[in-house]
């Protein structure tokens, strides 16, 4: 087999594994399989891989670094793709990531929302879709620094995306905690993202996606009620250290 090949199996095989894990946390749930949509996050990984991901049926990716993702993008501008961005994102990224991304899942700053808004006008192409990540740390004053905004700052930041131009605001985003009191604990950090989300949705109906999960905790979102599942090295791999 060629390396080509032999890589396609591989990925085959632990995208099966992945879309089996989906398919029964819905089960469990009782949810429809359709309401959870998988967004493979091939960060570090190669567009080859995306390539081959593609002809295995994955439509959504996602990229943290603008370069490495703007990269990747025009790659595969062939193919019918949609990119999330998920990473911490500086304004001085905002033009080049409004170029090829459909979804900012890091909104956490009015700053940033006034370049996206900005960029997205400059771009005149359709609204782009912007999440507010939430760092469910910060609800307890820990996290200082780090990418996300606290619980608190949600309802201020979702009338500034409402209110932008060019900007649709699609839902929220977490990652689980490493610290407070949901270290350790994703079940209870993803049913504390979905009240915040409840709220949300009682302003704004349409602002309905929740991006939660990842390779290590998928169940626990899609059991709390995630409608988007990042799922990176469980279908590519371990990354090498650095990503
Ligand atoms: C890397 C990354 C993921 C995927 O993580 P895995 O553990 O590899 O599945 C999800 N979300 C964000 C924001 C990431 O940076």
Avoid at 68 to 93: I, M, R, Y
Avoid at 202 to 224: C, H, T
Wanted: hydrophobic share 45%; net charge negative; with cysteine.
């Amino acid at each position: 087999m060629s390396d080509e090949g032999a890589r396609e199996a591989e990925l085959a095989t632990q995208l099966a594994r992945v879309e089996e894990r989906i398919a029964t946390a819905c089960a469990a749930a009782g949810r429809a399989r359709s309401e959870v949509t998988l967004v493979v996050v091939s960060k570090t990984y190669p567009a080859s891989d995306v390539r081959l991901l593609a002809g295995l049926g994955v439509r959504e990716f996602a990229e943290n670094r603008d370069q490495e993702a703007s990269e990747k993008a025009a790659a595969c501008a062939d193919l019918p793709l949609v990119w999330h961005f998920v990473g911490q994102l500086q304004t001085n990224k905002v033009r080049s990531v409004a170029g090829y991304a459909d979804y900012v899942h890091s909104v956490d700053r009015v700053k940033l929302i006034n370049a996206l808004s900005a960029a997205s006008v400059r771009r005149d192409g359709p609204s782009l879709n912007c999440l507010i990540q939430v760092a469910l740390e910060k609800e307890s004053g820990l996290g200082e620094g780090r990418g996300g905004a606290a619980p608190a700052e949600v309802g201020e930041l979702a009338r500034a995306v409402t209110e932008a131009q060019g900007l649709r605001l699609a839902g929220l985003m977490t990652v689980a905690p490493l610290t407070g009191p949901h270290a350790g604990s994703p079940a209870t950090a993803f049913a504390r993202l979905i009240e915040i989300s409840r709220d949300l949705r009682a302003i704004d109906p349409a602002a309905s996606m929740v991006s939660a999960g990842m390779s290590g905790d998928l169940e626990e979102a899609i059991a709390a009620g995630a409608t988007h599942v990042r799922v990176g090295s469980a279908v590519l791999g371990v990354r090498p250290t650095l990503g």
